[in-house]
């Protein structure tokens, strides 16, 4: 088995496909595509042939060639059901859907980086406004995140006791909110699970300082 995953040691997308893969025990071989230097390697044309979104994570395997960092989990879910990332009960499997399609379809795009230099390259938006974009649309995803989990019985993880892949969306997502120093006090169930899953070697292996290309 040949598995490759294109991935930056700061992309979120790519930092949910590393605890994905920790979590059901696989190694993949990691291809570093730096997204600042030289203007983006991930505009070159060896990566836009692999993906021409010209963004991280890919997964290759055995030929097949994924990205979309959700579709990628659910490959890995299908292909090695061992470990699930999803739970059995239907309306689990919903609700670990909609908590990580909340953050990686409405939160993480906002804050991503082609965005952002758009945001202050061609809209000429200063520093500080891009700070208070980054803050509010970080805040919002998660005081949604924060209401869902509120209005549940607690538990260990986004969704009952055992990680999911709504874990794997919602840790890097906070990481991120602490890198931009958004405030977390208001999110006390999400930083609870946060703390949870930072304790499972699976989530802090995955973390963007242990990465070899870390800076
Ligand atoms: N929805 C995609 C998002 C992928 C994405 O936005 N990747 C970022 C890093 S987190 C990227 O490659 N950015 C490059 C850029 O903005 O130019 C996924 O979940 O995989």
Same mark, same amino acid.
């Given at each position: 088995?040949?598995?490759?995953?294109?991935?930056?040691?700061r992309s979120s997308? @790519?930092y949910?496909?590393? &605890?994905?893969?920790?979590?059901?025990?696989?190694?993949? =071989?990691?291809?570093?595509?730096?997204?600042? !230097?030289?203007?983006?390697?991930?505009?070159?044309?060896?990566? !836009?042939?692999?993906?021409? =979104?010209?963004?991280?994570?890919?997964?290759?395997?055995?030929?097949?060639? &994924?990205? /979309?960092?959700? @579709? &990628?989990?659910?490959?890995?879910?299908?292909?090695?059901?061992?470990?699930?990332?999803?739970?059995?009960?239907?309306?689990?499997?919903?609700?670990?859907?909609?908590?990580?399609?909340?953050i990686?379809?409405?939160v993480h795009?906002?804050n991503?980086?082609?965005?952002?230099?758009?945001?202050?390259?061609?809209?000429?938006?200063?520093?500080? @406004?891009?700070?208070?974009?980054i803050?509010?649309?970080i805040?919002?995803?998660?005081?949604?995140?924060?209401?869902?989990?509120?209005? !549940?019985?607690?538990? !260990?993880?986004?969704?009952?006791?055992?990680?999911?892949?709504?874990?794997?969306?919602?840790v890097p997502q906070v990481f991120s909110a602490q890198r931009f120093?958004v405030?977390?006090?208001?999110?006390?169930?999400?930083?609870?699970?946060?703390?949870?899953?930072?304790?499972?070697?699976?989530?802090?292996?995955? /973390?963007p300082?242990? =990465?070899?290309?870390?800076?």
């Amino acid at each position: 088995m040949n598995r490759t995953l294109h991935t930056y040691f700061r992309s979120s997308a @790519a930092y949910r496909v590393r &605890i994905a893969l920790n979590l059901k025990g696989l190694t993949a =071989q990691h291809v570093f595509v730096h997204l600042t !230097r030289q203007g983006g390697e991930q505009f070159g044309e060896a990566f !836009r042939a692999l993906n021409p =979104q010209a963004l991280v994570p890919v997964l290759s395997e055995d030929g097949v060639q &994924i990205s /979309q960092s959700l @579709a &990628i989990m659910e490959y890995l879910d299908e292909a090695y059901p061992t470990v699930p990332l999803l739970p059995k009960a239907l309306a689990d499997r919903a609700l670990v859907r909609q908590l990580s399609l909340g953050i990686a379809c409405d939160v993480h795009p906002l804050n991503n980086l082609r965005v952002l230099k758009y945001l202050t390259t061609t809209l000429g938006a200063s520093e500080d @406004a891009k700070s208070a974009w980054i803050h509010h649309w970080i805040a919002l995803g998660l005081q949604a995140v924060e209401a869902e989990l509120a209005r !549940r019985p607690a538990s !260990r993880f986004c969704v009952g006791d055992v990680p999911t892949m709504a874990d794997c969306c919602l840790v890097p997502q906070v990481f991120s909110a602490q890198r931009f120093n958004v405030d977390l006090s208001g999110f006390p169930c999400a930083m609870k699970v946060y703390a949870n899953c930072q304790a499972l070697d699976a989530f802090a292996d995955a /973390q963007p300082s242990r =990465q070899p290309d870390a800076e």
